[in-house]
């Protein structure tokens, strides 16, 4: 960690990165939030659970994977500090002074500034416990608007499509009339800062598209925040967007938003999610550049302590997915450069990375091509992981790819979102795909049950009628073609043969609610 550190104060000083300024130490007054993620137990079964497609119920997974000794120990060693921690499955979090925190786990915070704003990092000489311990705000500076993710949804759309015309477009339709619709489901959304008025949105947008309440939607926090936050940061109308089109793709699920405070490290969040045990899906339209982890700025520690949260999620059966971002495929690198250019979660080979197409509809027929375009303008982002190697269901072969599938998401093809107070906004990006997607699965998770780490079963799924090639267009330097590809992926999802044609593994322990006898259109 200190090597990478080095090498960042010689990048930074350099000039070469406006945005930063060289690394200092830093006597941090007051509290500081920290995040201890605990290795989860029995790491080579829980990997090998998460890929064989087994489902296990709460008590399992706590029983199985989670060091509860362990987790008490630290506890209580924080207690004897005067410190109150939570505890959420396998990650500790609490509020303490950073000289503590410092002294506790033999460390020292360095501080530098991040566009404008002093940013704080704890960085472990080596501490006797036995985890990953997580203290930084540059996070809270990166959610604290979403386009500080380059989750560019603000994008004026010039021409849209409507609910109904992409239930149409994604085969949706077809199992909507055999009454497949997500009923007994429910999907989860992760956001931050909240919406003040989502309840009246989602029911005015209800109204306007002819689409019924969905059976449930409960508002969850992950820790204090103030929903009109959400309207000055522009949250706001992320939620908005996910909200309504998840709600569009599966009219029948219940809906459950979890709002994150800024923060709560990610690692927290998911770990919070995976313990409420709620959902079959979730759905992610944010996301941090690799770059800030290549440069040290965040830490590789902070994606593994992910990892073992997303496994977690998915031995219990829920599927995460994350939007592949909205700057091509070069416009997170500080130098217009693939390299580092992508985004995490999308990144991580055990989330679904969902990048971006222009529908265009004309009648009863519909077309997609990639969403094109160069990074400064806006493109669907798609490339190569820096960080992680190709998983097994890519083939082994170089580096991560992504996206895996796609979606409508150009903003010249976007779609109407109600928000505040009313007001119809037209948006774009692949936070549209993301949710749009998120709905698809969950129609699948009602016939065959949850379904948990699907990489592996749409991929198998390839040159089949579930998944439909889009082969023109680009995003700067890739090009689209017929085959998979960086640009659109395995194509989109045409929901209809996607359910009937999925296998699920026999090793998988999660029961179907229901079955198909039909071929779908």
């Not at 948006?427 to 016939?447: C, F, K, N, R």
Request: proline letters at 7%.
């Amino acid at each position: 960690m200190w090597l990478s550190l080095g090498l960042l104060f010689l990048i930074l000083s350099s000039g070469f990165l406006p945005i930063f300024t060289p690394i200092t130490s830093a006597n941090i007054q007051g509290n500081v939030s920290v995040t201890i993620v605990i290795p989860p137990k029995n790491l080579e079964l829980l990997q090998m659970y998460v890929q064989q497609h087994v489902i296990l119920n709460q008590s399992q997974v706590v029983k199985m994977f989670i060091p509860t000794e362990k987790i008490n120990e630290i506890v209580q060693e924080l207690e004897a500090h005067g410190i109150t921690p939570s505890v959420t499955l396998n990650v500790i979090s609490f509020s303490a002074p950073a000289n503590l925190v410092e002294k506790l786990f033999n460390g020292q915070f360095v501080t530098f500034d991040f566009k404008g704003k002093k940013v704080y990092e704890f960085i472990s000489r080596g501490s006797s416990i036995p985890g990953i311990i997580i203290s930084t705000n540059l996070t809270k500076v990166l959610f604290e608007r979403p386009t500080n993710l380059y989750n560019i949804t603000q994008a004026i759309a010039y021409s849209y499509v409507t609910p109904r015309e992409i239930q149409e477009a994604y085969n949706i339709t077809y199992l909507l009339n055999h009454g497949i619709n997500g009923s007994g489901t429910n999907i989860g959304i992760l956001d931050f800062c909240g919406d003040p008025y989502i309840y009246q949105q989602l029911e005015q947008f209800d109204k306007e598209y002819n689409l019924p309440p969905p059976p449930l939607f409960e508002v969850v926090p992950i820790g204090p925040y103030n929903p009109n936050d959400g309207i000055a940061s522009g949250w706001a109308l992320e939620i908005s967007l996910d909200v309504e089109y998840a709600h569009v793709a599966a009219p029948g699920a219940g809906i459950i938003l979890y709002v994150a405070n800024p923060s709560v490290s990610l690692p927290q969040a998911i770990a919070f999610i995976d313990e409420q045990d709620r959902v079959n899906v979730v759905s992610e339209s944010f996301g941090i550049p690799e770059i800030y982890f290549l440069l040290g700025l965040l830490p590789l520690s902070y994606l593994q302590s992910m990892i073992y949260e997303y496994w977690l999620g998915e031995v219990e059966g829920i599927t995460f997915l994350a939007a592949s971002g909205d700057a091509g495929g070069n416009g997170y690198n500080f130098f217009l450069s693939p390299l580092g250019s992508q985004i995490v979660p999308a990144t991580i080979p055990y989330v679904l990375a969902v990048g971006g197409t222009s529908l265009y509809v004309s009648g009863n027929e519909s077309v997609q091509t990639a969403w094109s375009g160069e990074s400064v303008i806006g493109a669907t982002t798609g490339g190569f992981s820096s960080i992680f190697p190709a998983p097994p269901y890519q083939g082994l072969k170089g580096f991560r790819q992504v996206p895996d599938v796609v979606a409508v998401a150009n903003p010249y093809t976007g779609v109407n979102v109600i928000y505040y107070h009313g007001e119809e906004v037209l948006v774009g990006g692949t936070s549209v795909a993301t949710p749009i997607v998120a709905g698809i699965v969950d129609l699948a998770t009602e016939v065959h049950g949850r379904l948990g780490f699907i990489n592996p079963l749409i991929y198998s799924l390839n040159n089949t009628p579930a998944l439909v090639p889009v082969k023109f267009g680009y995003n700067s330097p890739y090009i689209a073609n017929s085959s998979y590809n960086p640009v659109t992926g395995l194509g989109y999802i045409n929901a209809g043969y996607f359910v009937k044609l999925l296998k699920v593994p026999s090793e998988s322990l999660s029961l179907a609610v229901q079955n198909l006898t039909y071929i779908p259109g």
